[in-house]
Nanobody
Framework: QVQLVESGGGLVQAGGSLRLDCTAS????????VAWFRQAPGEEREFVAT????????YYADSLQGRFVISRDDAKNTVSLHMLSLKPEDTAVYYC??????????????????WGQGTQVTVSL
């Protein structure tokens, strides 16, 4: 079993930046694909970014390409989401998710095997 805990959320002004961390315990992140999703009030949860098992490939939602960067540090069991030039429409609860170790990345919610509880990000004008 993998337990995921997100941290780093908070309130930031538009144009600012935040770094979210997703830390794993139990069976770790080693050789697992990890993804970030977000859910705004009244909206469905949507894909943000994912990183493959080796960390050599990343994939982003088209609308976020260039502003968000996903990275991993398996020695620390942590996957981070660096968010730049934040906009009010980035306001959401951000969730990290991981797949079973025998599966590579996926952008689909239903393909994720483990979820964190989420962290709130609020971007003000």
């Amino acid at each position: 079993q993998v337990q995921l805990v997100e941290s780093g959320g908070g309130l930031v002004q538009a144009g600012g930046s935040l770094r979210l961390d997703c830390t794993a315990s139990g069976r770790t992140f080693t050789l697992r694909a990890v993804a970030w999703f977000r859910q705004a009030p009244g909206e469905e949860r949507e894909f943000v970014a994912t990183i493959n098992r080796s960390g050599g490939r990343q994939y982003y939602a088209d609308s976020l390409q260039g502003r968000f960067v996903i990275s991993r540090d398996d020695a620390k069991n942590t996957v981070s989401l660096h968010m730049l030039s934040l906009k009010p429409e980035d306001t959401a609860v951000y969730y990290c998710a991981a797949r079973r170790s025998d599966l590579d990345w996926s952008v689909r919610l239903s393909d994720q095997n483990y979820w964190g509880q989420g962290t709130q990000v609020t971007v003000s004008l």
